[in-house]
């Protein structure tokens, strides 16, 4: 059973600083995304990470992933208050997509003022 | 125009009743989703849809089943709620890809509340 796991699950930081948000996996797969939600919303996807070595960057948000060690980071810089919010990975299986993605439990990130 | 659209939005009902979310898509997708997020947050596939096959998480209680009268719809039928129904579904849609990499979009989510 493939099993996804986010740490930290709550997160809160200063506005302008960086931190790292983990997502570890446990079998083998070729896909990886990230969502965001805000409260009461639905999700937002951020990235899709296909292959090793992967980087994506959107404004503050820079995602990587690593199949080997079955890892993938997502990466705020110089935060900023509007990036509050919980933070999915999700993980998708090797056939295609038929049977959706695993999600991690989710980072709730508090960035204050 | 909203690409994944589900009805009700919210929805409180007694134990026992029958419910129905529906979904829409209008992206031209060929799979669709319904998911759950409980209370913690914790989001969990429920079904995946195409027009040949549906997968079911095993974990799914068969009071829950999908319905698909074409490819854009996958309706959530529910039977004999229960208080631990009470979650946010949400239906969500993808066009399979060869070799993966599709993104899949998420509906609003529906507010489902048992009492």
């Known amino acids: 059973e493939l099993k996804v796991e986010q740490n930290p699950l709550f997160l809160s930081m200063q506005e302008g600083k960086n931190y790292t948000i983990y997502c570890n996996y446990s079998t083998t797969s070729d896909r990886l995304y990230w969502y965001r939600q805000d409260p009461g919303k639905s999700l937002e996807s951020l990235f899709v990470l296909l292959s090793n070595g992967a980087v994506k960057q959107e404004g503050r948000l820079m995602a990587s992933l690593d199949t080997k060690a079955r890892l993938s980071t997502l990466h705020i810089t110089a935060a900023v208050h509007d990036l509050s919010a919980t933070y999915f990975c999700?993980?998708?299986?090797?056939?295609?997509?038929?049977?959706?993605?695993?999600f991690g439990k989710g980072t709730h990130l508090i960035i204050q003022p | 125009d909203t690409a994944v659209s589900q009805t009700p939005k919210y929805l409180v009902t007694q134990m026992g009743n029958d419910k129905s979310i529906k979904c829409e898509q209008n992206?031209?997708?060929?799979?669709m989703y319904w998911y759950k997020q409980d209370s913690k947050k914790f989001l969990k596939i429920m079904f995946s849809?195409?027009?040949?096959?549906?997968?079911i998480n095993e974990t799914v209680p068969n009071r829950f089943s999908p319905k698909s009268p074409d490819k854009a719809h996958l309706n959530l039928h529910i039977n004999s709620l229960e208080l631990g129904d009470s979650a946010v579904y949400f239906c969500?849609?993808?066009?399979?890809?060869?070799?993966?990499?599709?993104?899949?979009?998420f509906g609003e989510g529906s507010w489902l509340t048992v009492v």
């Open positions: 992206l031209g997708h060929d799979t």
């Open positions: 999700a993980v998708g299986d090797s056939g295609g997509g038929a049977d959706g993605l695993t």
């Open positions: 849809y195409n027009n040949k096959e549906l997968i």
């Open positions: 969500a849609s993808s066009r399979r890809v060869l070799g993966g990499g599709n993104t899949i979009y």
